[in-house]
């Protein structure tokens, strides 16, 4: 009985210390829950724009040759901070050139126009609909955004696993093999670069429409480029979309890519 | 039991060394890759997973070949495995050791792997992966340690393991066939983009592990005073025998179907690796002497002279597992990068380095099967005496 | 029981290695760095939120930050009196808190903690 009573006087002490040392915190709480003070809160900018799925058109008539094409990608790559690798093997690309055949490796014909077999196809992450790296990631460090539909990449939380680099039926994504710091020739101060250990690619340039501004790819791209909601039926790349004949990349698989290219 | 691990033969001690030895070299390896990246290993925008990740998908095979002694005791009550159960799950458990440190090595930011269950990603195959991973280590462990503290203690284990037990059969069967369905789900990858993945995997799986199972158990009777059983040890080289002939036929399907079919996404991965593609063939005379390692392993384990003769058996389990290990091992993931989805071709060979991490890896996991291993039969020697 | 001093020794022993760090900085505990506040930072009288505040949960609130930005795409915070900031370390943080040495480093290399936001973020004014 008497050992019974000890425990039992025991164990209430304890729990007596254990909520006597909760109430900093409790107080903590109620200081900034409490009053009449508002919380704080979050919205996005006043001049961002606005989309159900950015989409963009190429029209690769209005390509001659690559220098056609090295505005954008230069443009792209020093924005974001891309570094640039020597070695193939370890290269981060977010935009490039590819001839067609591998742009479009199921879709040669033997015989060819001569026009499309020679110019460069600009290529870069196609923010599908229906990503399927996405739904590799195993922690949603790439997740399609569901304010507008752009494939996007948290690098805070990637763990590098490069699963999504298996998924990509389209290469879009690198992965920094080692510290990128060193190889990004002129920094843009007002962007992140990225640390080793993560994937990266194309961001439809998130920030910049963010503030109302076009992809940088597009603004440099004279008329080449043009971007926009693809579900907007008064768009400029449904106006594009309605008048010509488009191909995207690999449309069998499914993935609906929201790039397409005029031919 | 711990205590049998820590007592031995100066033999015994001098492996623990050596493989301690081998795993603190590979360590400073793995430091160094932490700092600079994985740069330095052979892989690249193109082939992005390598070596760790080949071998990883090869051991959760092994693992899951433990199941071919544990399905025919408990369920079919087949008392010889009895014997030799408890060596079937502890390599399974140091199996799934080694594939757990191949994927923490082979991650880019290994610091947030915890990521994984911090934010649950159930269309992700790799977070169901890691749950089947982590579930069939800890089925092991329980089942293994309370059978064998029972034998030990020369009573029945408690009735709550038996379920656990009957739950680890079909999940040894679910960790090999959610492992495939990390490559055959993915649109673009024609290589691995067949239903037949998984079947395939757990063929070459039930053939590779209990190869193994059966050296280590003639080791055994080498060299300890417990005989796993010449019994068990045929029974186990049958089963070799028909997973063995079931691989090779998964294999020829595919090869049927591919190339009946003739569409190239298809057959360009089959190609790079048997015949070569646009004058790159790193892999070719690999992949063309695992068919012929696999052949000579089927008629050595079928043929019942070869397989009931000692050293022919051994020679058919080391060219079953060494041909498996080669298919799985260097062709199946490399074979599915290259060409890539843009149809380049980057060729992968592993560097020094990273060989050098792969080899720590693997004396982590024969450390643990070592004392595991050493464990069990301190057990079974005790209870004969 | 004829191994009590054996076990005696070897509690000893362990317990003399486990607090070897306390006793060996006895009396040596450095002050804790004072925080510099930048002219600017000075001028503004308040951050984002209120001092003790961010003091205590400033890893809180870029939290918050880097999650409403990178996965919701809002980028304005507005606190509780209702003012609006541009949610970004590099382009609002340290804006006003121009002298990231003085202000971030000195406190994480006192308090050892190596937060590796500046692995990709840039201090605007750090000198290449």
Request: glycine letters at 8%; charged letters at 20%.
């Amino acid at each position: 009985m008497m050992e019974t009573s000890r425990r039992t006087f025991l164990q209430m002490a304890g729990i007596a210390a254990v909520g006597l040392s909760a109430k900093p915190v409790l107080d903590a709480f109620a200081a900034e829950h409490g009053g009449a003070e508002a919380l704080p809160s979050v919205k996005p900018g006043p001049d961002g724009l606005k989309a159900k799925q950015w989409a963009m058109v190429i029209d690769t008539r209005k390509i001659k040759s690559s220098k056609d094409l090295e505005p954008m990608i230069e443009a792209c790559h020093k924005m974001h901070n891309v570094p640039h690798f020597a070695d193939k093997h370890h290269e981060i690309k977010w935009i490039w050139e590819e001839e067609y055949k591998h742009a479009f490796p199921t879709d040669v014909a033997k015989f060819m126009d001569e026009r499309l077999e020679r110019i460069p196809f600009l290529v870069l992450c196609n923010h599908c609909e229906n990503p399927p790296c996405v739904r590799a990631c195993p922690t949603q460090a790439t997740f399609k955004r569901p304010s507008d539909g752009i494939v996007m990449m948290d690098f805070h939380r990637c763990i590098g696993c490069r699963f999504c680099m298996a998924a990509c039926p389209y290469g879009a994504r690198s992965f920094n093999f080692q510290d990128p710091r060193p190889f990004i020739k002129e920094s843009n101060r007002e962007f992140p670069t990225r640390m080793k250990g993560v994937v990266e690619k194309c961001n439809f340039c998130a920030e910049r429409i963010a503030v109302g501004k076009q992809p940088v790819c597009v603004e440099v791209s004279k008329g080449i480029l043009t971007f926009g909601d693809l579900y907007d039926p008064n768009s400029a790349v449904r106006a594009l979309l309605k008048e010509n004949f488009t191909i995207r990349r690999k449309q069998n698989l499914g993935t609906e890519p929201s790039v397409y290219y005029i031919v | 039991m711990l205590e049998l691990a820590i007592q031995g033969s100066k033999k015994y001690f001098g492996w623990i060394i050596a493989l301690l030895v081998v795993i603190g070299i590979a360590f400073g390896i793995y430091r160094f890759q932490l700092a600079f990246g994985l740069g330095i290993t052979g892989m690249s925008r193109d082939v992005s997973w390598g070596f760790y990740i080949a071998q990883f998908t090869f051991l959760v095979g092994v693992a899951a070949g433990g199941v071919m002694v544990v399905t025919p005791y408990y369920l079919h009550n087949y008392k010889a495995f009895g014997k030799i159960t408890i060596l079937g799950e502890f390599l399974a458990i140091s199996a799934i050791t080694m594939c757990l440190l191949f994927i923490t090595v082979d991650l880019g930011q290994p610091m947030r792997m915890l990521n994984v269950l911090l934010y649950p990603t159930p269309n992700s195959v790799l977070f169901w992966d890691m749950i089947v991973l982590n579930g069939y280590l800890f089925l092991n462990i329980v089942i293994g340690w309370n059978v064998l503290e029972a034998e030990r203690n020369d009573t029945h284990y408690p009735g709550w393991v038996k379920p656990l037990i009957y739950i680890s059969i079909p999940w040894a069967v679910g960790i090999h066939t959610v492992t495939a369905y990390l490559y055959c789900g993915l649109p673009g990858r024609g290589f691995w983009l067949t239903a037949i993945l998984a079947p395939r995997f757990l063929a070459s799986a039930f053939a590779a592990g209990p190869a193994l199972l059966i050296l280590l158990c003639l080791f055994i009777r080498k060299v300890t005073k417990f005989d796993p059983g010449t019994e068990q040890i045929q029974s186990l080289a049958k089963i070799v025998a028909y997973a063995i002939c079931l691989n090779v036929f998964f294999f020829l399907c595919e090869v049927f179907v591919v190339f009946y079919s003739q569409i190239p996404e298809h057959m360009d991965h089959l190609k790079y690796l048997f015949v070569g593609l646009h004058g790159h063939g790193n892999l070719v005379g690999w992949m063309w002497t695992s068919m012929a390692l696999m052949l000579v392993g089927i008629i050595l384990m079928v043929n019942p002279f070869t397989r009931k003769n000692e050293p022919s058996l051994i020679v058919g389990c080391v060219v079953i597992f060494a041909g498996t290990w080669i298919d799985k091992g260097l062709g199946m993931i490399s074979g599915g990068f290259v060409p890539s989805p843009l149809h380049h071709v980057t060729e992968y060979a592993p560097t020094m380095p990273e060989i050098g991490i792969t080899l720590g890896v693997y004396a982590a996991g024969f450390l643990v099967l070592t004392l595991l291993f050493k464990m069990a039969i301190g057990v079974k020697e005790e209870v004969r005496a | 029981m004829n191994d009590r001093k054996y076990i005696m020794t070897g509690l000893v022993i362990f317990l003399a290695i486990v607090t070897f760090p306390f006793w060996y900085n006895l009396g040596k505990a450095s002050p804790g760095p004072e925080v510099k506040l930048s002219d600017k930072a000075k001028a503004a009288k308040q951050c984002v939120m209120p001092t003790e505040y961010m003091r205590a949960e400033h890893m809180q609130l870029l939290d918050l930050w880097r999650h409403s930005v990178v996965r919701n795409a809002e980028r304005i915070y507005v606190n509780p009196s209702g003012k609006e900031f541009t949610m970004s370390l590099s382009n609002t943080c340290l804006d006003c808190h121009n002298n990231k040495a003085d202000f971030c480093d000195k406190c994480h290399a006192y308090a050892s903690v190596t937060p590796y936001c500046w692995d990709c973020h840039v201090d605007p004014k750090e000198v290449k």
